[in-house]
T-cell receptor, first 115, second 111 residues
Framework: KAGVTQTPRYLIKTRGQQVTLSCSPISGHRSVSWYQQTPGQGLQFLFEYFSETQRNKGNFPGRFSGRQFSNSRSEMNVSTLELGDSALYLC??????????????FGEGSRLTVL | TQLLEQSPQFLSIQEGENLTVYCNSSSVFSSLQWYRQEPGEGPVLLVTVVTGGEVKKLKRLTFQFGDARKDSSLHITAAQPGDTGLYLCAADTGTASKLTFGTGTRLQVTL
């Protein structure tokens, strides 16, 4: 069974630009969560989508947004990029959803560098 | 302030040594998970502990959930280079941020 697929794996942007990251969950998983991972802050929760609805949101500014499509694929967007947005962005899918603290299956991440 | 504090932050040991990683909090959790993340990969679930005092073994890895369900430990016996990675504990904090991850312990096992 295919795992969680994230694209692109690596990307470089400049300050002020925007970026869209994509995540395809494991087939049958309806919950998709996004995390930001940095050396200083560790893994921080961005948001979670379940059946095309945002169920939970972390403590990030409105520049960070996401959506989920009817096939459970999800995208996240970061607008007006700042240097501090440089990070590994991880997507995770689960069968039961984060609310039930079921196992999270992570993708390999999208590494964003902002210059 | 981090809800889940892990210690130590970094650990460099030689093959064959034993080690223990700790995950501590002042909050009570209904369950706690341990993940391992290898370079260039996403975290992978190792175990979920649910009951206070619970001990689970996964080959050379032993996981324990504190009696009060506020802390957990991961003990590795006879570490191998393949154990190298970032070890993360995670818990449902019952807040908007849901599954919260610990600060992480980076383990390096050398020959």
């Amino acid at each position: 069974k295919a795992g969680v697929t994230q694209t692109p794996r690596y990307l470089i942007k400049t300050r002020g630009q925007q970026v869209t990251l994509s995540c395809s969950p494991i087939s049958g998983h309806r919950s998709v969560s996004w995390y930001q991972q940095t050396p200083g802050q560790g893994l921080q929760f961005l948001f979670e989508y379940f059946s095309e609805t945002q169920r939970n949101k972390g403590n990030f500014p409105g520049r960070f947004s996401g959506r989920q499509f009817s096939n459970s694929r999800s995208e996240m967007n970061v607008s007006t990029l700042e240097l501090g947005d440089s990070a590994l962005y991880l997507c995770a899918s689960s069968w039961y959803g984060v609310e039930n603290t079921g196992e999270l299956f992570f993708g390999e991440g999208s590494r964003l560098t902002v210059l | 302030t981090q809800l889940l504090e892990q210690s130590p932050q970094f650990l460099s040991i030689q093959e064959g040594e034993n080690l223990t990683v700790y995950c501590n909090s002042s909050s009570v959790f209904s369950s706690l998970q341990w993940y391992r993340q290898e370079p260039g990969e996403g975290p992978v679930l190792l175990v979920t502990v649910v009951t206070g005092g619970e001990v689970k073994k996964l080959k050379r890895l032993t996981f324990q959930f504190g009696d009060a369900r506020k802390d957990s430990s991961l003990h590795i016996t006879a570490a191998q280079p393949g154990d190298t990675g970032l070890y993360l504990c995670a818990a449902d904090t019952g807040t908007a941020s849901k599954l919260t991850f610990g600060t992480g312990t980076r383990l390096q096992v050398t020959l």
